[in-house]
């Protein structure tokens, strides 16, 4: 194993410039700090951005799904077919409305939901009304073919879009084609506020109960129609997010040049397998995923040792945590989620590294033996 005196490449950082402090300084000294007009005007730029009519900003990604499941129209106890291999929140939101997840296998080249899968467990489920599907990595779903299926089952599309701001199936951005999508501005977001998130929908309705339930149920002040709760953005975060959305697509194209460089420098390599971009969809790389079946582990320890940050997203599928087991998933068949959870490994693509540090990257995944 190799140590290295040079400083650690992490696996994400966020990128703030100097107007984005100026103008969190300038927030300060005004002294509205809620529910004001960078609110407002990050909202009405974000959605702007995608195509969507609606945006209501939220405290999270998580808040924005709940507040999603919530206001969708979906009857009590409706089941929620939805993927295995994401962060917990995309299920949690489904579990915490009072649904049903019907956690249904991904297809081990885009790590996405399977159209197949997803055709399967309609023929052999009932009662199931929605579709909460997630663009893992920043990979857009195959879209062409779940809104086929959707439109067929009569299903309500909810997009997870907390990991792919700005990707796009041919012209259009994802959110923008099921009911609503929930969005994430999480620091290690291609677009940050911190802790923030959205809901984007084309439908007013659907905005006009998430923006009641998001500020506690009021229709106006003080006047209460729905048992709402606070999942408010503050001013801050909304001015980040402002100057964050200029520089969104400046910050993927860095992440998709720095994916070509990495793709290009291990492509040989036939003991592991590289993201792969379909032609119709454009990646922006939240992560660069590599599937490594048989050396992971000991790639990820070799690459801490050469100071590379490297993650599992994600170590267990969802229906194999310790409390989804409880709940009686744990015997959900998924076995291509299954072994994507034993073989992926992120390794360093966010916009801060330059061309130096993504070859220091390659040339430690190519000092690599794989043999022992
Ligand atoms: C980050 C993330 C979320 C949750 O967003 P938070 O802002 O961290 O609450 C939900 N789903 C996916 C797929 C995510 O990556």
Redesign the pocket.
């Known amino acids: 194993m190799q140590t290295t005196s040079q400083p650690t490449i992490p696996i994400a950082a966020p990128l703030l410039s100097d107007e984005d402090k100026r103008r969190v300084l300038a927030v300060l000294e005004s002294g509205h700090l809620v529910a004001g007009r960078w609110v407002r005007e990050f909202e009405r730029a974000f959605s702007g951005y995608l195509g969507a009519g609606h945006g209501a900003a939220t405290s ?6 709940e507040v999603i499941l919530e206001v969708a129209g979906l009857v009590p106890g409706a089941r929620v077919i939805t993927t295995p291999f ?2 917990v ?2 299920a949690n939101a489904v579990v915490r409305r009072g649904y049903t997840p019907v956690f249904v296998d991904i297809d081990p080249e885009t790590y996405n939901l399977s159209p197949d899968a997803v055709s399967d467990a309609l023929r052999r489920t009932p009662g199931v009304q929605a579709l909460l599907m ?1 663009h ?1 990595y920043g990979l857009p779903c195959r879209m062409g073919a779940l809104m086929e299926i959707a439109r067929r089952h009569h299903l309500i599309v909810i997009e ?1 879009a ?2 792919a701001h700005g990707a796009s199936v041919g012209t259009r951005k994802v959110g923008t084609f099921g009911a609503a999508a ?1 969005f ?3 620091p ?2 291609n677009l940050t506020t911190g ?3 959205m809901v984007v929908t084309d439908d007013p309705g659907l905005a006009e109960r998430a923006r009641m339930l998001i500020n506690v149920g009021q229709s106006s002040q003080y006047v209460y129609e729905t048992l709402g709760s606070n999942y408010r953005m503050t001013e801050i975060a909304a001015a980040i997010g402002v100057g964050q959305l200029a520089r969104l697509d400046e910050h993927n194209a860095r992440r998709r040049q720095n994916a070509h460089s990495l793709t290009e420098g291990l492509q040989d390599l036939e003991w592991l397998t590289l993201p792969r971009e379909p032609r119709d969809a454009t990646h922006v790389y ?1 992560q660069y995923t590599l599937r490594v079946p048989h050396h992971r582990d000991r790639l990820a320890q070799h690459l801490t040792a050469c100071g590379i940050g490297t993650r599992v997203y994600y170590p267990t599928p969802i229906h194999r945590s310790p409390l989804y087991r409880r709940l009686g998933y744990g015997e959900a068949r998924c076995p291509e989620a299954e072994r994507a959870a034993e073989e992926v490994l992120s390794i360093p693509v966010h916009p801060a590294l330059g061309e130096e540090q993504i070859q220091r990257i390659v040339h430690a995944i190519r000092r690599f033996d794989p043999r022992h």
Do not use: P
Request: no cysteine; hydrophobic share 35%; charged share 10%.
């Open positions: 999270s990604g998580t808040t924005a799904l994401s962060f929140a995309t997630v893992l997870d907390a990991q929930a994430s501005f999480y290690s977001k802790e923030g998130g939240h």
